[in-house]
């Protein structure tokens, strides 16, 4: 059950975009239209940014995109505000033996 | 309001044992898949059990199968994590989940802290 890889770091100033990674194997991200992505901010509880690869929960901004190709997830932050600044994890459905697999998570700077 | 709460969080010893405890309101929790993951501390996310609205077809990440047990009462609105045989390893924030949409975690508790050490 390894842990999808996602860069430790990226960073912006206000109003730019940055975009993370997500890359895990043909038995996960590959596999299934099951990528999820989730900001937390220090001592807080994840919330759900992004389903099924592009979708967003009512409530999140449309700042926040997210697509796929293979193996590989993106998210994107357009236009970059002060409280973007949190980690991000990715995850994916893995099938009905590993089931769900988060990926090592980008700490997101707002320069 | 829609939320969890866990509790049961706490020092344990290793090999001892503790149940965590998540209850759901605002919602009705047997209509969803339920989860628990947990945050080691400066680590990242990884996911550890989860369980069908009805209390059927329990999963679990190999570091935790055999030790571990998922259950909930529908009728109080309450998700368990029984975890048996703790290890040192297994020190970290516990956090429930409300199963959403096509394997995502859309409503999470606030964590509980279960620490496991002599």
């Known amino acids: 059950q390894s842990a999808l890889t996602q860069p430790p770091s990226a960073s912006g100033s206000p109003g730019q975009s940055v975009a993370i990674s997500c890359t895990g194997t043909s038995g996960d991200v590959g596999a299934y239209d099951s990528v999820s992505w989730y900001q937390q901010h220090p001592g807080k509880a994840p919330r759900l940014m992004i389903y099924e690869v592009n979708k967003r929960p009512s409530g999140v901004p449309d700042r926040f995109s997210g697509s796929k190709s293979g193996n590989t997830a993106s998210l994107t932050v357009s236009g970059l505000q002060a409280e973007d600044e949190a980690d991000y994890y990715c995850s994916s459905y893995a099938g009905s033996n590993t089931f769900y697999v988060f990926g090592t998570g980008t700490k997101v700077t707002v320069l | 309001e829609v939320q969890l709460v866990e509790s049961g969080g706490g020092l344990v010893q290793p090999g001892g044992s503790l149940r965590l405890s998540c209850v759901g309101s605002?919602?009705?929790?047997?209509?969803?898949?339920m989860h628990w993951a947990r945050q080691a501390p400066g680590k990242g996310l990884v996911w550890v059990s989860h369980i069908k609205g009805d209390g059927t077809n329990p999963g679990y990440a190999d570091s935790v199968k055999g030790r571990f047990i998922i259950s909930r009462d529908n009728a109080k609105n309450t998700l368990y994590l029984q975890m048996n045989s703790l290890r040192v390893e297994d020190t970290a924030v516990y956090y429930c989940?409300?199963?959403?949409?096509?394997?995502?975690?859309?409503?999470w508790g606030q964590g509980a802290l279960v620490s496991v050490s002599s």
């Open positions: 605002g919602f009705t929790l047997s209509d969803y898949w």
């Open positions: 989940g409300r199963g959403g949409v096509v394997a995502s975690l859309d409503l």
